[in-house]
């Protein structure tokens, strides 16, 4: 089975914090089915366990009981936490997803690298301190973990971060707003978000509203196909767009019912599949209306942006402020509506895959 390019082993001096980071990022495609294998044997595959992965990634006790007993695991970001949303809105609807995702049967796992230690499943406290650090708190992705892990940093995890964490534990669902993509003139400034190569390298089905439209939407699924992940509408055979139902683009496939996106999504595990997947699914039609109107400010703001001469990393954030001062703050109010939905329909996802690997 294929290991990622990160694979070579760290060197005799490297710190231990390192060599714990280096020995999670490069197995983490053979880390999946470890929740199952520990637990209950799955019938129609072997499936590689790294158990030095599985060790080193501090579970919270409730993950860490729920993955033992086989019974279903969400994993959530914590970069829209700590860089998504202002405070106290962030910490509110934190909580507020972990409890959608508990009433629908799972047990919700939070991730993010807390004082150098990589973590699935957040105290409250620990959820507390990302929730109130906000930008001053890191952003890491795949890219920065190894450094956030070796120097004892806090930091809030992306979505690549995130699913590389998840894997190395053995959560196979993970539920978040939207994943990162190809930014509009991304051609030239080679601006693609980590998320997407990520999609192709590690298996964790990632339950999103699809991508922001100041995004470059037809490159960004141009790209996920290039890297092999699996992109499924929910409900839909239109690839939805965040904050409107709509993109203009067709998705490559579509489910209808959790039971269908966690067939899906054992197909893949089955399969032995190293890439990941996207299910895409609409924001809810009450808050599409909100959605118009935000869309229309996100191309006031492009615009702007285009006017004033802003670049590269500053582009984005001056976006999402201007969006959020230019609809009064029913950005916020629509970003927090989809993203508990998605957790709603994450967890019965993980619950049927629950069931399917019993
Ligand atoms: N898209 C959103 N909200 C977010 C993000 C993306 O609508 O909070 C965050 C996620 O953590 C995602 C990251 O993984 O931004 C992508 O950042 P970049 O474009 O720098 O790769
Ligand atoms: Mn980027």
């Excluded at 790294?50 to 409730?62: P, T």
């Excluded at 936490?81 to 796992?109: F, K, Q, S």
């Excluded at 892990?149 to 894997?167: F, H, I």
Aim: aromatic share 4%.
């Amino acid at each position: 089975m294929p290991v990622p390019s990160s694979s070579s082993p760290a060197s005799p001096d490297a710190t231990a914090a390192y060599r714990r980071i280096a020995s999670i990022a490069s197995h983490v495609t053979l880390a999946y089915g470890i929740g199952t294998a520990l637990t209950s044997s799955s019938s129609s595959a072997v499936r590689d366990v790294n158990r030095d992965a599985w060790a080193k990634v501090k579970l919270s006790d409730e993950v860490r009981r729920a993955l033992r007993r086989g019974e279903p695991v969400v994993a959530l970001e914590s970069t829209i936490v700590a860089h998504g949303m202002p405070y106290p809105e962030n910490l509110r609807t934190a909580l507020e997803v972990e409890e959608v995702i508990r009433r629908c049967g799972a047990t919700p796992a939070t991730v993010a690298v807390v004082r150098g230690e990589p973590k699935v499943g957040l105290t409250r406290d620990e959820l507390e301190d990302i929730a109130r650090l906000g930008d001053r708190c890191a952003k890491a992705s795949r890219r920065d973990l190894s450094h956030a892990c070796g120097t004892g940093a806090t930091a809030a995890t992306t979505v690549s971060a995130t699913m590389v964490l998840a894997r190395a534990a053995g959560v196979d669902v993970f539920v978040t707003g939207g994943v990162g993509g190809v930014h509009r003139d991304g051609e030239h400034t080679m601006d693609v978000s980590a998320d997407l190569i990520e999609l192709g390298r590690t298996n964790v089905a990632v339950i999103c509203a699809g991508v922001k439209s100041i995004l470059d939407i037809p490159k960004t699924l141009e790209v996920l196909e290039t890297q092999g992940a699996t992109v499924c509408a929910y409900g839909t055979d239109e690839f939805p767009a965040f904050f409107t139902r709509r993109s203009g683009c067709a998705a490559p496939a579509r489910v209808d019912s959790p039971e269908e996106a966690a067939a899906v999504i054992k197909s893949g595990l089955d399969l032995n599949l190293a890439n990941g997947s996207v299910f895409a699914v609409p924001i809810p039609i009450e808050h599409e209306a909100l959605g118009e109107k935000i869309e229309s400010a996100t191309r006031r703001a492009l615009d702007e942006v285009e006017q004033r001469g802003i670049l590269g990393r500053d582009v984005t954030p001056y976006i999402l402020k201007r969006v959020a001062e230019l609809t009064g703050g029913e950005s916020l109010k629509a970003n927090i509506a989809l993203v508990k939905n998605n957790a709603a329909v994450g967890a019965r996802i993980a619950v049927h895959l629950a069931r399917l690997n019993r």
